[in-house]
């Protein structure tokens, strides 16, 4: 299953504007990434899409040198629990934790 690179999101589907999976995110006025949505269609629910997307920000997160404020409630969820990637948090954030 390959992740896509689009416009502000990582996606799975052959088509950015109807994908199969999708994270959403911007950056914010400090350059950090605003993880808005996750949307995994019914076909492929189950089989840890979501996360997978979710760790792909993270790995782009590390790479760039930013951080993650997440919005979306699936996203605070995997910061819940997965201590492994809390190096990406954005401090302020620290209280959902």
Known sequence: MEI???????????????PLAEICFNLDENNRFVATKTFVDPVLRGQGVARKLVMHLVELARKTDRKIIPVCSYVVRVYQEDSSIRDTLAEETFNIL
């Open 4 to 18: 896509k690179t689009g416009k502000n999101k990582f996606y799975i589907g052959d088509d950015e504007k109807n």
